[in-house]
């Protein structure tokens, strides 16, 4: 499976952008590059994918290298509650086409106030 | 709405009993999936669900681990003859599953303790 890699740990102050690297150097050419977070007791959250082109939504922006081996997740102004472990995943397809996320570590992401 | 509900939130069992483990997705989704989170570990896929068929098991980590979905609904994890490395927090995800890529929402996950 495809790997990803990204800091222990970052810290930031409350309502700075926020920039979360993740290396993916070998990605293939159909993976989608999955962020998802997670606070402390509780689920995984989704944030955002993308596969080539940046992409925005309400909660952060994905900017991704031109050569698809680096992204970057960005969060605008952090706030106290997007204190989280983030995780830069690359899905896997699984034999009944829909896609298995294969987590890693992930990030911890302190925000100071 | 309602989000993805996991039932029991926490279980305390001895070691050797069998365990049973619930969730119930969001209403629509047609794809469900279930990881496990051991403690300071990432989270390990176990098993995928297209409605009541699970297409991919590859994940579980032995025979003594099954799952089954009906109605295309609710979906229950199995593990028999616990053994204190089956200690984790089980977490169950759904996705619409009409075609690849949908996101993956999760509930906030079953702990289960093997004494």
């Known amino acids: 499976d495809a790997k990803t890699t990204q800091p222990n740990s970052m810290e930031s102050n409350e309502e700075e952008p926020v920039h979360l690297p993740c290396n993916h150097s070998?990605?293939?050419?159909?993976?989608?590059i999955h962020w998802y977070r997670q606070l402390p007791s509780q689920g995984p959250e989704y944030v955002i994918h993308g596969l080539t082109s940046n992409v925005n939504n309400r909660m952060a922006s994905l900017a991704i290298a031109e050569d698809r081996k680096s992204s970057t997740l960005i969060l605008h102004r952090a706030t106290l509650r997007d204190a989280a472990v983030y995780y830069c995943i690359l899905s896997v397809l699984t034999q009944g086409g829909s896609e298995k996320l294969v987590f890693g570590k992930g990030m911890k992401l302190t925000v100071n106030p | 709405g309602a989000g993805v509900s996991q039932s029991p939130s926490n279980k305390v069992t001895e070691k050797g009993k069998d365990v049973e483990l619930r969730c119930d997705p969001i209403?629509?989704?047609?794809?469900l999936y279930w990881y496990r989170q051991s403690l300071g570990q990432g989270l390990e896929f176990l098993i995928y669900?297209?409605?009541?068929?699970?297409?991919?098991k590859s994940g579980l980590p032995s025979d003594r681990f099954s799952a089954e979905r009906t109605g295309g609904s609710v979906s229950t994890l199995t593990i028999q003859r616990t053994q204190q490395e089956d200690s984790a927090v089980y977490l169950c995800a759904s996705s619409l599953g009409l075609t690849a890529y949908q996101p993956q929402h999760f509930g906030d996950g079953t702990r289960l303790s093997i004494l």
């Open positions: 669900f297209q409605g009541n068929s699970a297409p991919d």
């Open positions: 209403s629509g989704h047609t794809a």
């Open positions: 070998t990605i293939s050419g159909t993976d989608y």
